[in-house]
């Protein structure tokens, strides 16, 4: 049974850090590209980052210079560190697992950011 599990949400100030784990289970995680979705009230879920099998990553421009993916074959994990925070970060983050040739994925549950003073 497949389990994508984050953590690490929760209320930062603006211009502040955060880091976010998922922990994944139940597929071949190695051989998964594993994404960073986010999905702020009453808009679109948007992809925030992107790290491929091979370990190479992609970010939008809304996110570049700012976040960080990371992945960890021997644990399973997937991290997101996000710095410089603003308010239009705020959103429930969720982790996404998709093998290259796959036409579905998985999702986890979701962890919420909240970036506010």
């Known amino acids: 049974q497949v389990h994508l599990v984050e953590s690490g949400g929760g209320l930062v100030q603006p211009g502040g850090p955060l880091r976010l784990s998922c922990a994944a289970s139940?597929?071949?995680?190695?051989?998964?590209?594993m994404i960073w979705y986010r999905q702020a009230p009453g808009k679109e879920r948007e992809l925030v980052a992107v790290?491929?099998?091979?370990?190479?990553?992609n970010y939008p421009d809304s996110v570049k210079a700012r976040f960080t993916i990371s992945r960890d074959n021997t644990k399973n994990t997937v991290n997101l560190q996000m710095s410089s925070l603003k308010p239009e970060d705020t959103a429930v983050y969720f982790c996404?697992?998709?093998?290259?040739?796959?036409?579905?994925?998985?999702w986890g549950q979701g962890t919420q950011v909240t970036v506010s003073s």
């Open positions: 996404y697992a998709k093998a290259p040739l796959a036409t579905t994925g998985y």
């Open positions: 139940g597929f071949t995680f190695s051989r998964s590209g």
């Open positions: 790290v491929h099998v091979t370990g190479a990553p």
